[in-house]
């Protein structure tokens, strides 16, 4: 008679398959691959792709929307602080319970070369300030062809990322209803206005880069979802036609504007400084360790 026996996983096991389905998750759409090259790459066939990415983007945003809360200078009235934690790799020492399987896997025959994993805080945002007594936000998010540039252990489209779960964050903490639009070559809604922060998250989270770069269409879409006192968050790297970031800017119907910036090129950066005046303007880059900062830009005098 034959019996079954049932392996269980350790919780380092199970933290380490968690982030493994993040990680390549996040590589494969930040980097615009297609369906078929995207199951490949996270182990599953093609028809259960949508149920992987579901459960990757679950994870992902439960650990930037369910811990300490982050934002940006100039939107809070106390200190904020998050810290997302994602794997890191060292040399592996004998003995270790945390080798990473990956690295035995490449190199079998050579234990210089196995590496073993532990968790690191890879984006750290603090900021100060006040609400701004605004009733919805409204997120713009650039996800064309350009934000598929490498820029630090990620893409441009991971930091544009990065900076709109942390606006999500921010609407969930004061409860906020939220909405996302989308633009590249076109401007759609990507999650209509509501307070289901998880599911706008696990929006964000499945973006891909595409096409040019068509502010003006969002822009126009933004006036059809009624931003009175409304916060308007542009995130972008830059590379936008000079009159559609002057019409955003202009929206007197918005109570601010704001723009945040992810431009592996200094010119981004410049391109956003015409609108300082009437926009905060934030910079969202990576440091020397991996973490993702976000800084406001000084007005232009």
């Keep these: 008679m034959l019996s079954c026996c049932h392996l269980s996983l350790t919780p380092e096991s199970r933290i380490s398959i ?7 998750a996040e590589i494969g759409t930040n980097a615009g691959l297609n369906n078929q090259q995207l199951a490949e790459l996270m182990g599953v066939a093609e028809d259960g792709l949508a149920e992987a990415l579901k459960r990757a983007s679950e994870d992902k945003v439960r650990a930037a929307l369910w811990t300490t809360l982050l934002g940006f200078k100039g939107l809070f009235s106390s200190k904020s602080a998050l810290d997302i934690q994602e794997p890191a790799y060292k040399r592996w020492k004998p003995y270790s319970k945390r080798l990473d399987p990956s690295s035995t896997i490449k190199s079998p025959d050579d234990p210089r070369k196995w590496r073993e994993q532990n968790l690191a805080t ?143 090129e200094a010119r981004g950066v410049e391109n956003m400084k015409a609108v300082s005046k009437r926009a905060d303007l934030f910079e969202v880059r990576p440091d020397k360790t991996g973490k993702t900062i976000i800084s406001m830009l000084p007005k232009s005098t």
């Design 18 to 24: 968690v982030f493994w389905r993040i990680r390549r």
């Design 122 to 264: 890879t984006l750290t945002i603090e900021s100060e300030g006040e609400s701004g007594g605004f009733t919805k936000l409204i997120i713009l998010i650039d996800c064309s062809g350009s934000t598929i540039k490498p820029y630090g252990s990620k893409t441009v489209l991971g930091y544009i990322k990065d900076a709109a779960y942390s606006l999500i964050a921010y609407a969930k903490k004061l409860n906020l209803s939220v909405a996302l639009i989308g633009f590249s070559s076109n401007a759609w809604i990507i999650a209509n206005e509501s307070k289901d922060y998880l599911k706008h998250a696990r929006q964000v989270f499945i973006l891909k880069p595409l096409g040019t770069t068509n502010l003006g269409n969002a822009v126009q879409l933004t006036a059809r979802l009624r931003p009175d006192r409304a916060l308007i968050a542009l995130l972008t790297d830059g590379y936008v036609a000079p009159e559609d970031l002057l019409q955003l800017s202009e929206q007197t119907q918005a109570n601010k504007v704001i723009a945040a910036i992810v431009s592996v």
